[in-house]
């Protein structure tokens, strides 16, 4: 498909800001493994501190990365699917604004104002700018999801009989998700922290600002994900050389994310008193439902993939798991698919440990969680934005990809340093290591009457692990601004590799319109969080001062 100079351009610079930015992500994460591994006994390097670096990572790479590709994605697959490109003014006016909120978030970290870790919990304080820019990313993502749903509405009235494309669908759940969801943080930082950081209130309702963080908090999980799944149903089949298996399977699986990604934050709260017990046994089994999708998924892909490599001539029970093609330069994209799938594995079944009461009390703020969200976060999620941003690149500026052999090696060497990172923080935090620590300070200081050496290995493997993620990254980083600036040879197009239905599937009205879905949806949340609202209203006590993440006594405001 051939698009304007205007859409090319507007991709191209949601793709470009970002990774530009990823480079101080990347560098923080690899910061992060040393400084728990012990190799550094001090609490700041180049007069970054170790927290600021830590919001620096969590921040750019979770919130700003995740949100910037989604809607550069969302643009191409609006346009491409239904050949109707965004409004100029809309699309113009949602990049600035994320630009700008970007910016102000940015200067706030970067200057040293905002070291309040990505969940950016109260009572830790950050400058008014760096939750105004925050919101503004927010309120920017929201614009173009606006626009795209007035192209979607007047394309289904022209097409009523036609189904809509799998990728459309999942677009537009994956928007719907982030917000009803960013709803929620949108009042914490406008209405709870703004005026709170500004000075205007005195003090600030912890537990509110802890549900309505994770009201979004683990939405934005799936807000990461869906982008990533919308490719492995309609891209991964046709990499792979074969046909989708069902269609209907992945309409199923978008719609249950629609229903129960958002009511299921408080298992996020296992550890917080405020909270009823029955409230979190109410979404810790939303939890498990919410694994049924995934299930879904694994299969119907799986299936696919079993279909490609049998035509090309695999035969017996596991044979034709060698026969896709993991290593060819052409369908690079595979190699990024593949890999993010393979992770999620290993993501799923550890974040079954987070939803059980139970076990999660056996791990809660240890390294297991950051080691299991970064089989996630970092698996499919990550993945898949490396390998389309790539990708689109490539194609939106008509140029041959950099270096096409370290591009197709880089996804695979991504995944061994992340499995080595993962098992050397969940194996640390079974034995009780603690998460958001600047360990080399004290436990892995063996000047320090606290040092702890049982978190030695575990702590080296996470090292290892980070320190092979940061070589891949670096490399990544070469191929894409390697052909972000080389000369052009072809024409501009958006061309993804669609995947045929490999039976044909009836349209089932239910599973082509949003409106049921909606409002079951609606009437879950308002059942699952009504109660865990109330209970973070009435059983509090006073609102918190504020506090630096350096110093345990609380700011003193003026009067």
Known sequence: MQVSRFLKNIILIELFVPILLLTIGIYHGLMQVIYRAG????????????????????????????????????????????????????????????????????????????????????????????????????????????????????????????????????????????????????????????????????????????TLFWFFGHALVYFWLLPSYIMFYTMLPKLAGGKLYSGTAGRIAFFIFLLLSIPIGVHHQFGDPSIGRGIKLTQSLLTFGVALPSFITAFTIAASLEYAARLRGAKGIYNWIWKLPFFRKDVFLFGYLINGLILFIFGGLTGLVNASYSLNNVVHNTSFIPGHFHLTVAGPVFLAILGM??????????KKIFLPVINTIIPYLWTVGVLIFSTGLMWGGLMGEPRRTNMGLTYLNPASDQFHPYWVISSMLGLAGGGIMFVAGFLYFIVFFGTFFSKRSMEPVIAFPDSESLHEEKRIPVLDTFRPWLLLMGLIIFLAYLPAISDALNNTGKKAPPYLPTNPTPVVQKQ
């Open 39 to 210: 190799v550094i006994h001090q609490s700041s390097v180049a007069k970054l501190d170790y927290y600021q670096g830590l919001t620096l990572h969590g921040v750019i790479n979770a919130i700003v990365l995740t949100t910037f590709f989604a809607v550069a994605f969302g643009h191409a697959t609006i346009a491409y699917y239904l050949k109707r490109e965004p409004s100029k003014m809309a699309t113009a006016l949602s990049m600035w604004l994320m630009i700008i909120g970007t910016l102000l978030a940015a200067w706030a970290m970067l200057s040293g104002k905002a070291s309040v870790l990505y969940t950016f919990y109260p009572p830790l304080k950050a400058h008014p700018a760096f939750y105004i820019g925050t919101a503004m990313l927010i309120v920017g993502s929201w614009v173009a999801f606006f626009d795209w749903s007035v192209i979607y509405v007047r394309w289904k009235r022209e097409n009523k009989t036609i189904n809509t494309p799998l990728a459309v669908i999942g677009t537009l759940v994956n928007f719907t998700i982030w917000f009803v969801c960013t709803l929620a943080v949108a009042y914490e930082v406008l209405i709870l922290l703004v005026p709170w950081s500004l000075g205007w209130t005195t003090g600030v309702n912890v537990p509110l600002a802890r």
């Open 389 to 398: 941003s790539i990708f689109l690149c490539s194609q939106l500026t008509g």
